[in-house]
């Protein structure tokens, strides 16, 4: 009698079976990869929008505290050895109660920082924009009372600037950013204009030197009015600050992935990022279907998103 036993032979997997399953893997794993990247957007971006919050919520409660107008305005900064990323800055400021009158009789509110107030800084990439209220149409002559929503002012994108205020007049290539902020009155709620001072604009004085920066030239309130005050192109720019009714913090990053339109210009692609103001409504940009909102309650200012 045999003492060995054959064992019985097992079917080996073919090429194609290999394959197959070599195939499925790797859809797995792109879907995993795409996944965990859509899930880590949704939290940088809902880190950004409670860190907001949590800024302006502290801002409201100072305001009533030192019975002043506090404002949070949202800064662009460099950051990083290389200077190469963009974070955006929340900057608390008050109203230091001086208002400055410009030789061309414009009169402008001076806030400073708080001191004691720490900045919040959002994740890398996500910006914050507010409504422009741009007119859309005109009416026999005269423009319409009809205001849009649909475009929007936010920050400029820094690391696509030369920040070399000598060069101003070589090509650049993004358009030109917007301080926007929101204020606080001191019994907490939002509002656009100083009723203690009548003042025309507001800037935030960040270094504290009585006087603006802007385009990297120092402005004293003395002589012509600088060409397009509230634009930002350098980093240390001090231009006036755009106050908005409500907020939308939205992922540039993402946004600059979504080329649609025509992104060989740079007015190509900011159309594409705060909608088109010849046609907001048909071109309502990037900002408008993606951002996430933050409304304020119209009697304690109370933030909501």
């Known amino acids: 009698m045999n003492r060995f036993h054959e064992r019985p032979s097992r079917p080996a997997f073919t090429l194609t079976e290999l394959l197959v399953v070599m195939g499925l893997i790797g859809l797995l794993s792109v879907l995993t990869l795409v996944s965990i990247r859509a899930i880590a957007k949704d939290a940088r971006l809902s880190s950004a929008v409670n860190t907001v919050m949590a800024g302006l ?10 019975n002043t107008n506090v404002l949070v305005i949202f800064r662009p900064r460099l950051d990083g050895a290389a200077r190469k990323k963009q974070v955006v800055d929340l900057v608390t400021a008050a109203w230091t109660g001086q208002s400055l009158r410009s030789s061309a009789g414009a009169i402008v509110d001076r806030f400073l920082p708080i001191a004691d107030v720490p900045v919040r800084s959002l994740p890398a990439g996500i910006k914050v924009a507010g409504p422009r209220f741009d007119p859309i149409a005109e009416v026999d002559g005269f423009d319409a009372t009809a205001w849009t929503d649909f475009v929007w002012d936010t920050q400029v994108h820094l690391p696509a600037v030369e920040q070399d205020p000598s060069n101003f007049m070589n090509p650049r290539n993004e358009v030109a950013g917007r301080i926007i902020g929101i204020m606080f009155a001191s019994d907490g709620t939002t509002i656009s204009t100083n009723s203690r001072s009548d003042s025309d604009w507001l800037f935030v004085d960040l270094n ?22 509230f634009s930002q192109w350098y980093e240390n720019d001090e231009p006036l600050v755009r106050i908005v009714p409500y907020l939308a913090v939205f992922d540039d990053d993402d946004a600059r992935e979504v080329r649609t ?5 740079r007015e190509g692609y900011w159309q594409d990022l705060v909608g088109d103001p010849a046609d907001p409504v048909a071109f309502p940009g990037f900002i408008t279907t993606n951002a996430n909102r933050i409304h304020f309650n119209r009697y304690s200012g109370v933030a909501m998103k």
């Open 57 to 66: 919520d502290n801002a409201r409660a100072l305001a009533m505290k030192k």
């Open 208 to 229: 504290d030197d009585g006087v603006q920066l802007l385009r990297g030239i120092l402005y004293d309130f003395t002589g012509p009015l600088p060409a397009d005050l």
């Open 261 to 265: 339109n025509d992104w060989t210009t």
